[in-house]
């Protein structure tokens, strides 16, 4: 029997020692934000350790990001860049930093200084005892509006109570995780890209730290309140099938209310005769099982459209330029 032989050989991305520490930062349109972030993020990093790396997603930035993050290589090539090749927003970046950072821990963090870097060394330390993941817990959010704080309480909320796997509170995207909760992530096939219900959801031994939220140093949010309608339905629809399954025990419930009614009916007419014909009531009925039936067909569509997307499996993102980078796992290539 002949042996196949690979045709290219496979280039070993362990062939280089992978760094201690690796920081993941999404950046969409941050020029201004960019040298501010790294003058305050590396004398940090250098306190903690020197053997570590900083991997840039520029997410289709139409500003003058990627040249910053160039210049940024050039003084220093441990900060690394990865250049998507348009905008698929944080969750992806994300996704796209886990599989190329390489250190034994890593951190997303924020670009904008939200995610305050002094909590790094604190961060490691935790780690070095024996925990897993370090998440960074807001004590405050004064700097968002209310309605912001508002929607995000409530989101919260309506999650942990339908969802499997409950995010813990004030919470963000901003933690420490050890290689194997990486690797977890890195081996979760799903296209909605959840990352909030992701690090619930893979587990390991956790602990928190807080801290409190400060103002976007320079910039504005790239979160408009379409997108986190769109982002909340995500999240929910990601982590539950909940909303899915309610409607069956709604209808249940309806049927048998409505086969003891129609008995009731037919005992009425039986008795006292036919009464007035009730149109208003007759119209109600119509109307209300009507929207019923809108809202879960809508809700249906919602997860039909889901699995359509996993289905598709079109890759997660495209790289049109990387800096530095090679995969930690070829992810495309595996599948
Ligand atoms: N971001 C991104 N792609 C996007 C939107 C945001 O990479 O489509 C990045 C952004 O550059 C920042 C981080 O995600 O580093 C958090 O975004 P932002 O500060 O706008 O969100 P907020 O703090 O208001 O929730
Ligand atoms: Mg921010």
């Given at each position: 029997m002949r042996k196949s032989v690979p045709i290219v050989p496979r280039r070993r991305a362990t062939d280089r020692p992978a760094p201690l520490l690796s920081l993941i930062v999404p950046m969409f349109n941050e020029e201004e934000g960019v040298e501010g972030f790294f003058a305050r993020l590396?004398?940090?990093?250098?306190?903690?350790?020197?053997?570590?790396?900083?991997?840039?997603?520029?997410?289709?930035?139409?500003?003058?990001?990627?040249?910053?993050?160039?210049?940024?290589?050039?003084?220093?090539?441990?900060?690394?860049?990865?250049?998507?090749?348009?905008?698929?927003?944080?969750d992806i970046s994300l996704s796209a930093g886990l599989d190329y950072a390489r250190g034994r821990a890593v951190i997303p963090i924020d670009a904008d200084l939200q995610d305050p870097p002094e909590l790094i060394p604190e961060m490691v330390a935790k780690w070095r005892e024996g925990f897993d993941v370090v998440y960074a817990r807001r004590i405050s959010r004064d700097v968002d509006d209310t309605q912001k704080r508002l929607s995000a309480n409530w989101f919260y909320r309506i999650h942990n109570w339908i969802a499997d796997v409950r995010i813990p509170d004030n919470v963000g995207d901003y933690r420490l995780m050890d290689r194997r909760v990486v690797s977890a992530l890195q081996a979760l096939p799903e296209k909605t890209r959840f990352m909030k219900g992701l690090f619930a959801w893979v587990g390991f031994k956790q602990t928190g730290i807080d801290y409190s939220?400060?103002?976007?140093?320079?910039?504005?949010?790239?979160?408009?309140?379409?997108?986190?309608?769109?982002?909340?339905?995500?999240?929910?629809?990601?982590?539950?099938?909940?909303?899915?399954?309610?409607?069956?025990?709604?209808?249940?419930?309806?049927?048998?209310?409505?086969?003891?009614?129609?008995?009731?009916?037919?005992?009425?007419?039986?008795?006292?005769?036919?009464?007035?014909?009730?149109?208003?009531?007759?119209?109600?009925?119509?109307?209300?099982?009507?929207?019923?039936?809108?809202?879960?067909?809508?809700?249906?569509?919602?997860?039909?459209?889901?699995?359509?997307?996993?289905?598709?499996?079109?890759?997660?993102?495209?790289?049109?330029?990387?800096?530095?980078?090679?995969?930690?796992?070829?992810?495309?290539?595996?599948?």
């Open positions: 590396i004398p940090i990093l250098r306190k903690v350790t020197e053997d570590y790396e900083v991997v840039c997603i520029d997410d289709g930035s139409s500003d003058r990001t990627l040249p910053a993050l160039e210049q940024q290589h050039a003084k220093d090539a441990r900060i690394k860049v990865l250049s998507l090749s348009r905008n698929f927003g944080k939220r400060e103002a976007r140093a320079a910039g504005t949010t790239k979160w408009r309140y379409w997108k986190l309608w769109n982002f909340a339905l995500d999240g929910l629809t990601a982590s539950s099938t909940m909303p899915l399954r309610i409607w069956t025990y709604f209808g249940v419930a309806l049927g048998l209310f409505s086969i003891f009614y129609a008995l009731w009916l037919v005992l009425r007419t039986a008795l006292y005769g036919n009464p007035v014909p009730g149109y208003a009531s007759l119209m109600v009925t119509v109307l209300i099982l009507g929207s019923i039936n809108i809202i879960a067909t809508g809700i249906l569509g919602e997860y039909v459209g889901r699995i359509y997307n996993e289905v598709r499996n079109r890759p997660l993102y495209l790289v049109r330029e990387s800096l530095g980078l090679e995969p930690a796992t070829p992810k495309m290539e595996q599948r």
